[in-house]
């Protein structure tokens, strides 16, 4: 409805004034209301944020993890990361770019430490006095 299909339906300048009198009331309990359940999701984010984190706190994987010598931080980002996409599966289906992250995380999760006090292998060749020599020539 456009602005000229609205005077044309008003007879008189009371019922136009009736009309945005009304239509006025209306933007401000919808306004009103828009304020209100803006502040709620605000309230419901910091609350899911702080469930996450004390879920974190007590979670198994990163007990485990703990345990770990050298824990990498990829491994820690991986955990918090599927806990989140977790949380969403339980709200709608994942989409096919949140089921691929689930599956890089869980290879990094799955990935086996590489440990450093492992020793090098080398392969030695014994060289005699005389190879040494015609070398440094």
């Known amino acids: 409805m456009n602005i000229d299909t609205l005077l044309e339906n008003c007879k008189s300048e009371a019922e136009l004034r009736a009309f945005c009198t009304s239509q006025f009331k ?4 919808l306004s009103k209301r828009n304020k209100e359940l803006e502040e709620k999701l605000l309230e419901s984010k910091k609350e899911s944020k702080e469930l996450i984190k004390k879920e974190m706190n007590n979670s198994p994987i990163l007990l485990e993890a703990g ?21 969403l599966a339980f709200e709608r289906e994942l989409t096919l770019e949140e089921a691929k992250r689930v599956e890089l995380f869980n290879k990094i999760l799955i990935d086996k430490v590489q440990e450093d006090d492992q020793p090098l292998k080398a392969s030695i060749k014994i060289l005699k006095n005389e190879d040494l020599m015609k070398l440094v020539e």
């Open 26 to 29: 209306q933007v401000l309990n």
């Open 67 to 87: 345990n770990i010598k050298g824990q990498e931080d990829a491994k820690q980002i991986a955990q918090v990361q599927l806990r989140m996409l977790k949380d």
